[in-house]
């Protein structure tokens, strides 16, 4: 019984609960503008819905809703052209570099982009030499809107700064960084207006020829200019592949219908039947805490795929089954010129994945599943005499046993020079993990009336989800912002559970204190024993006694018209458990189940 009870609170002690804080970054020179200037209205951009129109386009990633017409049939009339930068309604974005010109009414409000109304003065003054005007297209009120090239951005910030009484904070910031803060339009149409004003800084001369180049098309080609000018000139995008890989276990769940004493089909080879644990990384240079998909740029002559596969088996050393990589979305990241094809993907099983010994580069360890699978153990084989034994006397099914200690993990390899870490995260410890941030930006983008409430996607802020102390000895575990494919992906998989809504989804399986406190392990279940089902481990060192933490979990379970029966419990000291290793799979301790067991 005691075999039992230390291997079930190792198996789930691992997911503890914590909050994370989402780092806000700005950057770029700040000016507050003093007396009055040329009017600056909220882009009026936003009123067209040329996106919208297209159906499902409400669903593109970020950076995808551009909120103009293009009107690319006047590109070339350069007459027309001339016109529409003459006219009074015509509105001017200032770029420079890779900078945008941005600005907010006050410390809290939106930011939005610079608007210069009428734009035909800054554009004859300050434009840099030769012009380069983009021609951006046409708003739903016919105003037509140009990108313009600023020769000195600190003169214009001067000039602006002495023409205006709104006392708006301006600046300017990358395309990148400020799109994270602006509405999805307005980070759309700047970030493409950024990548073409950089694409014009480094294409002045041609690489054929080395004639000088001029703009042409409305700010889309450039042309040599003299009897030897080239060929045409035309933006280049490269294109990257980011990619949300899956593994789990071979081990089914029996049907409907079926015992749960039925005999477990073999694991470690075939299609995984599960994908509840994905693949993560993160490089040294990003925010503490931060973890994100995998991504890479296409090679010559390779297919998208294949790349997939490629690009993952480098960094991480999974080998990837080809025939699962599926194509997800694509998001522009003119930053400075990039196009992003977002993937989803499994994990090969065991028996493909392939790993050599000794890279002096990367960090590796052994599965513990992958172990087990080996020697072809499964179900009450996983258990010593005592722990089969106690597993039968209380009901413990086979499958049960195989869901906390077989997750079917391949072993990372990190590639050093890639990535600092790379772990495999289990979909509920992420689900609790990144609570309080899905939460905020779901809250955030409903404000701005982008995206409607997802039911399911989020664990319910209800009475579990606050148990437990938060993680010790990390950052907060967060995920790159709503702007991202990586944040997309990752939240796909988030709300994609291998089973209907249940009503115990929102009862943590893991709530357990740090110290010397007491614990019960628990199965909360459907009252008729037929239904759904999971094991719980709860602690707490203010409970006097057990009975005090069981009848806190039976009163969650009665409202939600779940029953609950006890399984066994003991007294524990987490005093020296690393937080590293509890609830996800670093390169060191690659799988959390072997570290708990040996811990």
């Known amino acids: 019984w005691y075999a039992y ?25 700040r000016h ?47 007459a027309k052209l001339s016109q529409l930068l003459a006219e009074t309604s015509t509105c001017l974005l200032p770029l420079f570099a890779d900078k945008v010109l941005v600005h907010r009414t006050s410390a809290d409000a939106q930011l939005m982009p610079y608007v210069v109304k009428p734009g035909v003065e800054v554009a004859t003054k300050h434009a840099a030499t030769p012009p380069v005007h983009i021609f ?73 020829t080395g004639a000088p180049t001029e703009v042409s098309a409305g700010g889309y080609s450039r042309v040599g200019t003299g009897s030897e000018g080239g060929s045409s000139l035309y933006p280049r995008v490269d294109p990257a592949v980011i990619m949300l890989i899956t593994s789990g276990s071979s081990i089914s769940q029996p049907a409907a219908g079926q015992s749960s004493s039925s005999a477990v089909p073999p ?40 790349a997939v596969a490629r690009e993952v088996e480098e960094e991480s050393g999974v080998v990837v089954d080809l025939s699962s990589v599926t194509y997800n979305s694509s998001q522009p990241w003119p930053f400075p010129k990039s196009l992003m094809l977002a993937f989803r993907g ?8 392939q790993h050599s ?99 399911g996607l989020l664990p319910s802020a209800g009475e579990g989800l606050a148990m437990g102390p938060a993680m010790r000895g990390e950052p907060p575990f967060n995920v790159p912002g709503p702007w991202s494919l990586a944040n997309r992906l990752i939240k796909s998989w988030l709300s994609e559970h291998s089973h209907k809504p249940w009503a115990g989804d929102d009862i943590p ?39 005090d933490i069981y009848s806190q979990v039976k009163a969650l379970a009665t409202r939600r018209g779940l029953a609950l029966d006890a399984l066994g419990g003991g007294r524990k000291n987490t005093t020296l458990v690393s937080a590293k ?17 040996h811990s």
């Open 509 to 547: 399986q893991v709530a357990i204190d740090e110290g010397v406190f007491k614990y019960v392990l628990l199965r909360l279940r459907e009252p008729d024993s037929q239904g759904r089902s999971k094991l719980l481990v709860w602690g707490d060192k203010r409970a006097p006694y057990h009975m």
């Open 136 to 208: 951006l297209g046409l708003d739903a009120a016919g105003a037509a809107y140009f990108g313009c090239v600023i020769k000195d951005p600190e003169q214009l910030l001067e000039e602006l700064s002495t023409s205006n009484t709104e006392g708006t904070t301006l600046e300017w910031m990358s395309g990148r960084m400020a799109g994270q803060e602006l509405q999805q339009e307005d980070a759309a149409l700047l970030a493409t207006a950024s990548g073409l004003a950089q694409w014009h800084s480094k294409e002045k001369f041609h690489p054929v």
């Open 267 to 306: 694991a470690g080879s075939g299609t995984i039947v599960n994908d509840d644990w994905c693949l993560l990384g993160r490089k040294a240079a990003w925010p503490a805490g931060r973890f994100s998909t995998l991504a890479g740029f296409l090679e010559v002559g390779e297919p998208l795929e294949m």
């Open 357 to 455: 010994s000794g890279s002096s580069n990367s960090g590796s360890s052994q599965s513990s599943g992958a172990a087990r699978v080996q020697q072809g153990l499964q179900g009450y084989e996983l258990l010593s005499t005592e722990g089969r034994r106690a597993a039968m006397d209380v009901g413990l099914a086979p499958q049960e046993v195989n869901a906390a200690l077989l997750p079917v993990l391949p072993t990372v390899r990190v590639a050093k020079d890639e990535l600092e870490d790379c772990r495999w995260f289990h979909r509920e410890w992420m689900l609790a993990a990144l609570s309080q941030q899905l939460a905020t930006e779901q809250q955030q983008l409903q404000q701005q009336g982008h995206v409607q409430s997802q039911s």
């Open 32 to 78: 507050v503008l003093g007396p009055r200037a040329p009017p600056r209205q909220r882009c009026p951009c936003h009123h067209i819905d040329a996106v919208q129109q297209i159906q499902g386009a409400q669903d593109l990633p970020f950076f995808c809703h551009y909120p103009l017409d293009r009107k690319t049939e006047w590109r070339r009339d350069k």
């Open 346 to 353: 499994r994990a090969a099983p065991l028996d493909r994945q």
């Open 581 to 597: 290793f509890m609830g996800t799979a670093p390169a060191s301790a690659q799988h959390p189940m072997k570290w708990r067991l």
């Open 5 to 29: 009870n230390k291997m079930l609170f190792g198996c789930l002690s691992g997911q503890l609960k914590r909050k994370i804080s989402s780092p806000r970054s700005s950057l770029g020179k």
